[in-house]
C-alpha cells in the first residue's frame, strides 16, 4: 500500500493541506478533528449517487471522533446545481442547528464540492468546509483552491464565492466505484496539467494511460498528488485568479464553447482535451511553439480515447467561446502552450480568436 501524501497549500485567505492516499474515508473523522479543533457538529452534504456508497463510513468516523453529523443530500447531477438546491440545503442545515463554529464536509464529485463549498460560504457569512472528493476530476482539480459556485440559467457557475477548504481528502478508492468513462473523462484535466507545468507527468500519464481497467492504485495516488501540487503552485500564487490562475484555463477557451454548444453531453474533461489540441495545433501554426508541441498533445490525448477535434462549425464556437465569463470587452486571454510543461497567456481580440479556431479546429 502506497503511503498517504500530505500537500500543504497556503494561499493568503488560509493554510490547510490536501490528503492523497487509500482508505483514508476511515480516518476522516481524526483528520477533520486535528484540521478544524473546535468543530462539533457538520453538515455532511453528499448527493444521491455518492451518499449511499461512503456516507455511512463518514459518519461513523466523524462520530467515533466526537463530531456530531447531519447528513443532507440532494439528487445528483449538474441540472440540480441550482440556487433553489442551495437554498434547501442551507434551510436544512440551519434546521439541524449549525453554528458559526461548525463546518460543512462536501462528498462527492465536482458538483456536490461546489455546491457544498458555496452553502459553507454563504451559512451564517461563512462557516468551514472540508472536501472530500469522490471522483477523479474532484481530486485532481475542483476540490483544491476555494472555487465555489451553482450554475444560473444563463451560464455554468455564474453565482459563486472564493472559499478556501480547511482540509481536503482524496481517498483513491473512492474510484473504483467511478465508471471507466467518467475516469477517462477526468484525465482531460490531468494531461492540462502536464502540459502546464510537467514534462515527466504528461511522458508518464501517455505512457500507461490511467484509465485503463487495472490500473494500480498505489501509482495513481503519486499522480492526484503530482496534480494537486500543480494546481496548488497556480493557487498559492494567485488564489483570485488575477493572473496565474488563469493558467488553468488551458483547453477551456474552446472546451468550454465545446461543452456548451453540445448542450453539456459531452463530459467536461472531453471538451477540455479537445480545446487543448485545437490551442495547440493553431499555437503551432502561428509560430507560438514547435509543432512538435501540438503533435505530443494530440498524441496523448488520443492515447486516452478523448476527442482531439470537433465539428462543431466556427462560427457557433466563436459565438460561445465570446459569451466566456472570464472575457473583458472585446478580447480574451488565450491560454496556449510554449513547450510541454510550459505556457503563456495572450490576449487576443474577437477576430484573433476567430482564426485561431479557424486554424485549430480543422475544416
Ligand atoms: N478549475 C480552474 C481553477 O480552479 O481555477
Known amino acids: 500500500m502506497s503511503e498517504t501524501r500530505a500537500i500543504p497549500v497556503n494561499t493568503p485567505s488560509r493554510s490547510y493541506e490536501v490528503h492523497v492516499g487509500r482508505g483514508l474515508l476511515a480516518s476522516l473523522g481524526a ?16 448527493d444521491s449517487n455518492v451518499a449511499p456508497l461512503y456516507a455511512k463510513p463518514v459518519e461513523e468516523s466523524l462520530e467515533e471522533a466526537g463530531i456530531a453529523v447531519t447528513t443532507l443530500t440532494f439528487p445528483a447531477g449538474e441540472e440540480h446545481k441550482r440556487l433553489s438546491t442551495l437554498g ?16 460543512v464536509v462536501a462528498l462527492g464529485g465536482g458538483v456536490t464540492g461546489d455546491m457544498a463549498g458555496l452553502a459553507a460560504a454563504l451559512y451564517q457569512r461563512g462557516i468551514q468546509v472540508v472536501q472530500v472528493p469522490t471522483s477523479l476530476l474532484a481530486m485532481v482539480d475542483s476540490s483544491v483552491g476555494g472555487k ?7 451560464g455554468k457557475n455564474l453565482a459563486g464565492a472564493f472559499l478556501q477548504p480547511s482540509l481536503v481528502v482524496a481517498d483513491i478508492d473512492c474510484l473504483a ?10 484525465c482531460g484535466e490531468m494531461i492540462k496539467h ?22 494500480d492504485p498505489d501509482k ?18 494567485d488564489e483570485q485568479e488575477r493572473g496565474r490562475r488563469q493558467t488553468l484555463n488551458l483547453g477551456h477557451t474552446i ?3 465545446i461543452e456548451a454548444a453540445s448542450d453539456f453531453t459531452l463530459g467536461h474533461g472531453s471538451c477540455v482535451a479537445a480545446g487543448l489540441c485545437c490551442v495547440a495545433r493553431a499555437s503551432a501554426q502561428l509560430g507560438w511553439c514547435s509543432p512538435d508541441v501540438a503533435t505530443r498533445i494530440v498524441d496523448c490525448v488520443r492515447a ?30 488565450l491560454v496556449v502552450p510554449t513547450r510541454i510543461g510550459g505556457v503563456e497567456l495572450r490576449k487576443v481580440s474577437l477576430e484573433e480568436l476567430r482564426h485561431v479556431i479557424d486554424l485549430g479546429c480543422g475544416e
Not at 483528520?31 to 453528499?46: D, E, M, N, Y
Not at 466505484?177 to 477526468?186: H, I, M
Not at 503519486?222 to 494546481?231: D, H, L, M, Q, S
Request: proline share 4%.
Open 31 to 46: 483528520l477533520v478533528a486535528a484540521a478544524c479543533p473546535k468543530v462539533t457538529h457538520v453538515a455532511l452534504i453528499s
Open 255 to 257: 472546451g468550454h464553447a
Open 148 to 154: 465555489t459556485a451553482v450554475d444560473l440559467e444563463a
Open 88 to 103: 434547501d440545503i442551507l434551510e436544512r442545515m440551519a434546521n439541524a442547528g449549525l453554528t458559526r463554529s461548525d463546518a
Open 220 to 237: 495513481l495516488v503519486g499522480i492526484v498528488a503530482r496534480n494537486v501540487e500543480i494546481k496548488r503552485d497556480v493557487v498559492d500564487a
Open 194 to 215: 502536464g502540459v502546464l507545468a510537467d514534462e515527466k507527468l504528461f511522458d508518464e500519464l501517455q505512457a500507461a494511460p490511467v484509465c485503463t481497467p487495472g490500473f
Open 304 to 333: 486516452y480515447g478523448l476527442p482531439t477535434n470537433t465539428d462543431i462549425d466556427h462560427a457557433t464556437l466563436l459565438e460561445y467561446a465570446a459569451r466566456d465569463k472570464k472575457r473583458r470587452a472585446n478580447s480574451v486571454t
Open 177 to 186: 466505484t467511478v465508471s471507466p468513462g467518467l475516469l477517462r473523462d477526468s
